[in-house]
């Protein structure tokens, strides 16, 4: 009986490790080395997208942050959240120092390319467990590191039906809001120091 045949069951001598296990992998160790981009810049854009909703779901900082450019915004959904990926990673590090950051899927995405490559824009709708449905849009440029993210749009569509309701609604808030912040303090009564000992 052959060597090779005896009392042995077939082994691969260099296993190609799963999609799965590789991306498992990535986001478990943000230092792991970056698989090659797909030869399509419009896969290449996706592939990067998805990477980054994954590192959010698994609280992994590191590998999120390392897809932005380093002059990347991230723009919420309220008015105010307009952050720099500085201002960006503060707000968020309670989130993932806790380990469960947030979890947004994308169910569909349009990517677009400028005629030079180096630049992409996108549009995806999002499912998301806090938000419901959510859109996401913004652009990311290619660096020799691969395609990195440099601004973020995270909106919440409303229905054209509620539109009316909703924005009433912002208007009164609006008002209140500014109305708090323009009148005056009530001056606390005037009282006369206790005795000291």
């Not at 296993?15 to 698989?35: Q, W």
């Not at 450019?69 to 201002?87: I, K, L, N, S, Y």
């Not at 469960?100 to 999002?126: H, P, Y």
């Amino acid at each position: 009986m052959p060597l090779h045949t005896a009392n042995t069951h077939p082994v691969e001598v260099n296993p190609v490790p799963s999609v799965s296990l590789l991306l498992l992998t990535l986001a478990a160790n943000p230092a792991a080395p970056v698989p090659p981009a797909p030869a399509d810049p419009k896969v290449a854009v996706a592939t990067v997208l998805d990477d980054w909703h994954r590192a959010a779901a698994a609280a992994n900082e590191a590998r999120y942050f390392a897809l932005f450019t380093p002059d990347a915004v991230f723009m919420g959904t309220d008015g105010t959240e307009r952050w720099t990926v500085d201002q960006f990673r503060v707000w968020s590090k309670p989130f993932f120092s806790k380990g469960k950051a947030w979890s947004f899927k994308s169910v569909s995405r349009n990517v677009f390319l400028s005629k030079d490559g180096q630049t992409a824009w996108f549009d995806e709708a999002l499912d998301t467990p806090n938000l419901g449905p959510a859109r996401g849009s913004g652009v990311l440029v290619k660096e020799p590191a691969g395609w990195r993210i440099a601004q973020y749009n995270l909106s919440v569509p409303i229905p054209n039906d509620l539109m009316g309701e909703v924005t009433n609604r912002v208007a009164a808030y609006t008002k209140a809001k500014a109305a708090q912040t323009t009148t005056p303090a009530t001056p606390a009564p005037k009282t006369t120091p206790a005795p000291k000992p």
